[in-house]
């Protein structure tokens, strides 16, 4: 482990670890509340890698992986962990000691071939879910079990972190990030109670990877949905908050036209003047010096 690794809490590799990904500050905080020794790892070439030398080939009875995922994998220390990068890494995977892998990352649960894929190659029982974890900004309430697709036993994070951390922490484990730069899925990448900023993607964007990474933590990103009408999509998001400083909202332009969901959005009857029915909903949820701030061509 480089420069770049911090210990959280000083290891004891006789029971259960938490490594996490160091690069996402929300994460950090959730680390404030471990209840078993804990690793965030920041940069590294090679993830499965750094994982590995965090182990030191000990025998660990559950490791606990804490990084934002999807359907395709997770994300940590940089690197993009999906299936085909576990079967790069088996001859790492193969020197895991581990006894149970519990994958707290959104969503992570639905790729049956990722999770049998690491079980096969590390000898572990897999847990992971097939939902969001963390805080939902629609029902208010939080989510955090783990379930094993072989034998159908639950797993939850009580015994890791602080129950007070987990109802405290008001975020998402998501992610939109991918080798493949898929982008097939739309909605709330980032969620985040009281939040001040939201940060709504078009669809059309390229590159939405850099833009999600980049954005500060406690800003709330969405990531529009290009079949459905993207004013409705942003009211429902900006109407479940109060006192917003802050919309950004990253698009295609052209010649003073806003272009969402491959229609251009002007000052005019057919354009923005249409939309007066969901515009005049957000006043009431922003600051009285909250800033709309366009990006776009």
Known sequence: MGDDTMIIKRPNMSQELIIADGFAPEILGLLQGAKVPAIALSWAEDALQAITIALAGEEIEALHIVAHGCGEGFSLCGQWVDEKALRESAH??????????????????????????????????VFASEDPLGWSPISGGRHWSLANPGNSSMLTPYH???????????????????????????????????????LFIDSAVSDKATLISGARAGVEIVLLDGTSDPWEQMTEVITRHQNLTAIHLVSHGSEGDIILAGKAYGSGAEGLLAESLYLSQWQSHLTQDADILLYGC
């Open 92 to 125: 790492l995977l193969e020197q895991w000691r581990v006894k149970r892998i519990a994958l707290w990352s959104c969503e992570v649960g639905l790729n049956g071939m990722f999770i049998e894929t690491l079980g096969q190659l590390t000898g572990a029982e």
């Open 160 to 198: 890791v972190f602080s129950k007070a951390t987990l109802l405290s922490w008001n975020y998402q484990l998501s992610s939109l990030e991918s080798e493949s730069d898929s982008r097939n899925s739309t909605g709330i990448v980032r969620a985040v109670a009281e939040a001040q900023e939201i």
